[in-house]
């Protein structure tokens, strides 16, 4: 027969310790289960006993808790549910903080007294040990890739917040990212129905949450979220740092209103953050290469326009010289069509007298010729003219050289050098006759003197009378002809008609730009909108400024500097509108003993100049009613031309 004990605990001991204290078996026992644990009397409807994780569930003590009757801590609460061994949801009512979803399970200890263990477990605990739960996790980790690869960074945080919005049943999602021009965190991205958390926290917090970090009610509140939650009586606030940990610049935060914190709550944020991050990086890549294709297709795009409409003709030539391409420049330049030359060999359409072949040769072995000069090429129908070159060597994806050939007609460049020196050799006769003509007026003049006075000694009747008419009508005959010749050495009447300065100006620059290049001289060109014209000869006007252009250049030619031609509107002293076109250089200046006569003809700093280039500078300069100044110094010299502005513009 067995023996009958008036409790299970003393079935455990035996009839041997009758005297040991069952309450305190109870806590033994209850103590022995890691999750919150009741030892509870189902007759009556009241708790016997309470485990340490139960205590600290609920913030009650043991005395408290004790003798308390079930719907004390329960709701809803029906007691023949502690009487079967099913799993029940119920509401579990802690002490000062939200009612808490639970699962209980019960196992019947005492039959006879209805004495029930009731182990108490939060509801999402128990969804997270259900396989429909585990296997929403590993979905989770699945899809976490592909919304990396989402639209846009807007789209990609939509689908991870909703993440532990779905998980851990919350609404209080958000992500905060730093701020590049104040120092405070920006809400970017929330779940929030109602906001919880503040729009913006400031930078310090995030030094405070540079770890993940979860607060609960009666933690100490050391940043603006956590005091957010503990205002809005939220039952915890966990946060993950986005980025590097030494270098985060943005917290992902999740809130609960009235549960505790999940266990695999910080775990699943941090890999949840680790994603956000990837995915700005990912954005910001994106942009950058977006950023980077836009800027090869601009490039792109003005080099095809570069290549259609410079005024200088390009070949593009394979490694064994065969020609691939032309630009519509080098159509006009040679007389051939892209079509017609496409496939052919370089030297049957390159025709030239001088070492062309040679440098496309040597190009091919890659070594570039950038400054072949003057030289002279044939067009399709047999004329020449004369250009410089470039022939520039590039790499092939075969690692052969392919060669590409810049053509700049300088034929007009050269009429114009011509033209100029023709010029100055004009000028220079005209300066030349006017001074013969002076110097031989002076004795024709005494000899005709002389041979009227003999002829008035003589007499008509006298035989050298003849002698005498003849000298005196050579000398008058002489003296017209001398007189014509400085008639034609005076200063001309200039052509008129109205003058774009500035026009004429750019196309000076840019036609010695190549020059000013090879000895190192960077121009500068500063023009007003709206330049009024001028009236005179363009032609004469652009003899006046090439040869200061000319003359700026070579005097900076051995240790290069700025040229400079400035162009203003201003007032002379009748108040009447001028413009003022000032051409500086920093070279070495003039000298102080030629400075006063720069000016006069056949003064010059040259060694092997003419010295008239400045004289017939200012003749046309004074023939436009302008005036032509010099300020020099040891540094840099200035010459400014004022000429008057139409007044039909004024």
Not at 330 to 341: K, V
Not at 405 to 427: C, G, M, N, Y
Not at 631 to 636: A, L, M, Q, R, V
Request: negative net charge; contains cysteine; glycine residues 6%.
């Amino acid at each position: 027969m067995k023996d009958k004990f008036s409790s299970p605990f003393q079935a455990l001991w035996g009839k041997s310790t009758p005297k040991i204290d069952t309450g305190h078996l109870a806590q033994m026992f209850l103590d022995l289960f890691p999750e919150p644990a009741l030892l509870v009397d189902a007759n009556q409807g009241k708790i016997l006993h309470a485990n340490s994780p139960f205590l600290v569930l609920t913030a009650f003590s043991l005395a408290e808790v004790i003798s308390t009757p079930l719907a004390d801590l329960f709701e809803l609460i029906d007691p023949a549910i502690f009487s079967d061994n099913d799993e029940h949801q119920i509401v579990l009512k802690p002490r000062n903080r939200p009612a808490l979803p639970v699962v209980i399970r019960n196992n019947q200890v005492e039959p006879v007294n209805q004495w029930v263990v009731v182990r108490v477990t939060l509801l999402a605990k128990h969804q997270q040990s259900s396989p429909q739960w585990q296997e929403m996790i590993l979905n989770m980790i699945k899809s976490l890739p592909g919304m990396i690869r989402a639209q846009n960074i807007d789209s990609t945080l939509d689908k991870i917040t909703e993440i532990p919005r779905s998980l851990f049943e919350t609404n209080l999602v958000c992500v905060y990212k730093a701020r590049s021009d104040l120092p405070e965190l920006r809400k970017v991205k929330t779940q929030e129905k109602i906001a919880f958390f503040p729009e913006t926290v400031p930078a310090s917090d995030l030094i405070r949450l540079s770890s993940s970090i979860e607060w609960i009610p009666g933690k100490r509140v050391n940043t603006e979220l956590h005091r957010a939650g503990r205002i809005g009586g939220l039952s915890y606030v966990a946060s993950v740092p986005l980025g590097e940990s030494q270098s985060a610049d943005g917290l992902l935060v999740v809130g609960g209103i009235d549960s505790q914190p999940p266990d695999m709550l910080l775990a699943i944020l941090e890999l949840l953050g680790t994603f956000i991050s990837l995915s700005y990086e990912h954005a910001i890549r994106e942009e950058n290469l977006a950023l980077e294709k836009n800027e090869s297709g601009r490039v792109i795009t003005a080099r095809e326009m570069m290549y259609e409409y410079i005024e200088e003709g390009v070949l593009v030539l394979d490694s064994d010289l065969t020609i691939t391409a032309i630009n519509p420049a080098a159509e006009l330049l040679l007389g051939y069509t892209d079509q017609e030359i496409s496939g052919q060999s370089a030297e049957n359409i390159l025709i030239s007298p001088d070492r062309l072949l040679a440098v496309l040769a040597s190009a091919t072995e890659g070594v570039s010729t950038p400054n072949l000069e003057s030289i002279t090429l044939h067009h399709r129908d047999g004329q020449t003219f004369s250009a410089d070159v470039k022939v520039l060597s590039y790499p092939n994806e075969d690692k052969s050289s392919g060669v590409v050939v810049i053509i700049k007609d300088i034929s007009e460049h050269e009429q114009i050098r011509t033209q100029t020196r023709q010029l100055e050799q004009r000028a220079l006769l005209g300066e030349f006759m006017g001074v013969f003509a002076h110097e031989v007026l002076n004795p024709i003049n005494s000899i005709s003197m002389g041979a009227q006075v003999l002829a008035r000694r003589f007499g008509p009747d006298d035989p050298n009378s003849e002698v005498l008419t003849r000298i005196e009508n050579d000398c008058q005959r002489l003296h017209h002809q001398m007189e014509a010749l400085k008639s034609y050495a005076k200063p001309y009447e200039p052509f008129q008609e109205p003058v774009d300065l500035g026009g004429l100006l750019v196309r000076i620059i840019e036609r010695w730009r190549p020059r000013m290049s090879r000895v190192n001289v960077s121009p500068i060109y500063q023009v007003p909108e709206k330049l009024p014209k001028v009236i005179g000869d363009w032609r004469a006007l652009e003899q006046v400024f090439t040869n200061l252009v000319s003359n700026a250049t070579d005097a900076m030619s051995q240790n290069g500097g700025i040229l400079s031609v400035k162009v203003d509107v201003s007032s002379d002293t009748a108040n009447r509108r001028q413009v003022e076109i000032a051409v500086s250089d920093n070279g070495p200046g003039i000298p102080d003993e030629i400075r006063g006569r720069i000016f006069e003809p056949f003064v010059t700093t040259k060694s092997t100049g003419t010295g008239l280039g400045l004289a017939i500078t200012k003749r046309i300069v004074t023939a436009h009613r302008g005036v032509i100044t010099v300020n020099s110094f040891p540094g840099g010299t200035v010459f400014t031309v004022f000429l008057p502005a139409s007044e039909d513009e004024a």
